[in-house]
């Protein structure tokens, strides 16, 4: 069966207070959204979500998205939301920009990441207005993501090198850079798209068809 893959990637750099912020989130369709003085989590939420409106009918993943996530939600949940967001699983958060819409996010830890939009109809009663899975596909390599470029053969020597040089810098990262940092993100993305593209055939060959997308859990379960 064949199957479309989106990679989804943030990235943080330092301002001039020294402190690093979580400022570009990325995908593999080549947009992004960016903020200097740091990403709000509204503003992930809607992102992602027309993400999904632009391409739905794609499979999204992040390689060790859990990071992602965190950083995602740390500005817009306060100490009780991580909470039950930890003891629950689930979290809402009202939206600023539309009255009676709430943002939601649900989760596995280390497998799937769901941000959606609900609206109230009833005492707590929500319908879905949209919404967004994304898989953590590091349970797949449980290496580094260049490590498993190169392991099946995904990307150029020149590639590598860029990503190698990049992840060795991402803490010295700065706005002075933006524009290299965009570059290294989407081609993240791309590279991670391709990469599962070719996982998904390797299972293809061996009469394995996924409907979820977190490891070797996931491949156990449709076996």
């Known amino acids: 069966m064949s199957r479309e893959f989106c990679g989804v990637d943030g990235e943080a750099y330092r301002l001039a207070t020294k402190e690093s912020v979580f400022n570009?989130?990325?995908?593999?369709?080549?947009?992004?959204?960016?903020?200097?003085?740091?990403?709000?989590?509204?503003?992930?939420?809607?992102?992602?979500?027309?993400?999904?409106?632009?391409?739905?009918?794609?499979?999204?993943?992040?390689?060790?998205?859990?990071?992602?996530?965190?950083?995602?939600?740390?500005?817009?949940?306060?100490e009780q939301c991580r909470a039950r967001l930890a003891d629950r699983g689930e979290v809402y958060l009202q939206s600023r920009r539309r009255p009676g819409v709430f943002y939601y996010v649900q989760?596995?830890?280390?497998?799937?990441?769901?941000?959606?939009?609900?609206?109230?109809?009833?005492?707590?009663?929500?319908?879905?207005?949209?919404?967004?899975?994304?898989?953590?596909?590091?349970?797949?390599?449980?290496?580094?993501?260049?490590?498993?470029?190169?392991?099946?053969?995904?990307?150029?020597?020149?590639?590598?090198?860029m990503i190698e040089n990049m992840k060795l810098r991402r803490s010295e990262f700065t706005a002075e850079e933006l524009a290299a940092i965009i570059h290294y993100n989407l081609t993240e993305c791309v590279l991670l798209e391709r990469l599962m593209g070719v996982i998904n055939q390797c299972l293809l060959s061996v009469d394995i068809a996924l409907n979820q997308w977190h490891g070797a859990g996931a491949v156990a379960g449709a076996v």
């Open 24 to 78: 570009l989130l990325g995908a593999g369709d080549g947009s992004y959204v960016h903020n200097d003085d740091g990403l709000k989590t509204h503003a992930c939420f809607r992102y992602l979500l027309n993400l999904k409106d632009r391409n739905p009918h794609k499979t999204f993943v992040g390689f060790y998205f859990s990071w992602d996530a965190n950083v995602i939600l740390k500005a817009g949940l306060n």
């Open 107 to 161: 989760y596995m830890p280390k497998k799937w990441y769901t941000f959606g939009e609900r609206v109230l109809i009833g005492r707590q009663q929500y319908k879905t207005l949209r919404s967004i899975k994304i898989y953590d596909v590091w349970g797949f390599f449980q290496s580094s993501f260049l490590g498993a470029l190169k392991e099946f053969k995904i990307g150029t020597p020149d590639e590598h090198n």
